[in-house]
């Protein structure tokens, strides 16, 4: 089939209000093995029983007409099947079904596909990610899941290729290499297709490099055009005219050049689509280093210009890759204020108008009502707390709080939303009965400490341009309570229209899983608490939950096989939360363990998971701490920057990656340094840092891990 027909026949029936698709057409497909289409695509809000893109249809509401299990009969939804996933990481996928199956990817960007009703293995692919690729994945090496065109699946892998997947077996069909080896740069993100144009993007902001998106060719993987979201510095004149208008809200002089920052601005998660507009819609990422006064300096040694497209929500024309038009959530972002959150596309009338809009909940903190055609600001107002702007004034730029604004030097600043924002990567859903948004919304400010003469390393490690070890804790019980009880985790329902939440759920903490709204009334979420639960999408009443033996961050989706509706969630804890936060925040908390597992409900279903295993006692057993405090501090320092980020701040251990005052290695120098300078463990993740750090440095970060352990051993309850 000609695309550009295909194409010119979407936009016709979209101009005439016509549904260009349905289960009819869905069930032709199928039983002729002509595959997914654009039509199908285009139209996949009206076929009830498939879940054929990412968010469900390209408008990404994650909401499923599906009524069958609803608000009367949820408390008989048990247990269908489930099945055991092979990797202990974060998963955070969402998974298709397409025509009875469904397909998942997992930690390490392996894809699986099994019998949707039965549960039945059908195949297994693994795109064997060299283990070291893990030092280069700031948030766990985790996969958001898949595309569909035709009879063919594609896959974004962790070390950044693009692999085109046959349905039916599994087998490689092509693969191409999408990012730069060389950089830091990692893919973790669902791809989307629109019109035979697989569209995909990537992550490494906070490891140094240059964000975009682009586009290959279904058929054969060639790269059609690419989307840099961040001027290089190079190019001039020479540059497309957006990049030229970027440039001059930069200072571009650390761009340019063999030892340039990269900018950051990657796309690693969002996109939408509006086939009426021809619009495609991307979540633009921080700044990298995430200091501006760094990235883009000014005269004064502070920060200087908003330094687009940081932070952003771009419309892209799908078919050029040509940009249309920006909206710049946080102009001038340091503090990693991402605009990669869900974006998500609904109609719906504002001030006696019927607007197409666009919404999305930015680690920001503020839920942004957009107009999807122009760009134009229409309201936003705070979902979370938010210190660091007090509002977004009528011109749709935030009205800053200038204390929360770092640069190289002076006082520190406890900021929320922190880093890991109001909302993180976790989707949100849409209730259109109910016109509300669900948001997995959770506070955990932050402590931005400037860090005076901070060198990029684009080798190794977080290159933020802050002091990351400034907001440890002390090893003080109490004190860790105290900040551990100014964490909340919240299912929010927000009205868009009135900017303001009509009902919200207290989590016992952040972190908790994507979202899905369905016909039924009702809304599903996973917890951080090691809960599935079903709410009544009008008030929030939870009317059925289900032990699921794990933290559950990743979306739900409903799907029907032969008419019989089923619910589908990946459990398994992981992701940046549980690697940098959680793990042992207070020495007394039980830590939220990862059970790996696909659970698969329907009414009436009877199924079992295996018993949870005990988790073994592990007391502290370091060796004494006889090092100089100078080697001590010298080590909290290369700690903070290199290490933190996957064994947690001031190495109080993650739940997900190994606690490092725990280490076998840990009383002896030569094994140590086996791992951490020359890297012995390279294959499942631990590379060497030799390149970044000289020996005494890394024997000081031992020193600095023998010190803390023996502080929290001091702190263990006695038996
Ligand atoms: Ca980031």
Redesign the pocket.
Known sequence: MNKAIWGASVLMLGALGIASCNEAEFLDAFESGSGITATMLTGAGDDHANWITHGRTYSEQRFSPLDAISTENVGELGLAWSADMDTARGQEATPLVIDGKLYLTTAWSKVKAFDAATGEALWDYDPEVPGETAVRA??DVVNRGLATWGTSLFLGTLDGRLVSLDRDTGAVQWEVQTTDPDQSYTVTGAPRVIDGKIIIGN?G??FGVRGYVAAYDVDNGEELWRFYTVPDGNEGGEAPEYLQAAAETWNTEVLAGSDAIGG?G?VWDSMAYDADLDLLYIGV??GSP?NRAYRSPGEDGTGEGDNLYLSSIVAVRPSTGEYVWHYQTTPGETW?Y?ATQHIMLADMEIDGEQRQVLMQAPKNGFFYVIDRATGEFISAEPYVAVNWATGIGEDGRPIENPETRIDKTGKPAIVTPG?LGGHNWHPMAYHPDENLVFIPAFEAAMVYAPEENWKPDRARGFNVGFNLGAGDLPPDLGIRREVAGTLRGMLVAWDPVAQEPRWTVEHPGPWNGGLLATGGGLVFQGTAGSEFNAYDASNGEKLWSFGAQTGVVAPPITYTVDGEQYVAVLAGWGGAYAITVDGGLLNDKAPVRNVSRLLVFKLGGTGELPPEKELAALPLDPPPSRASPEDIALGGEKYARYCAVCHAPAAVGSTVLPDLRRSGTLGNASSWAAVVHDGILKDNGMVGFGESMSREEIEAIRAYVIQRANEDKAMEPAE
Request: charged letters at 15%; a negative charge.
């Open positions: 700031c948030c992550g902001a906070e950051g990657t990422g921080n995430w990693d991402t880093a």
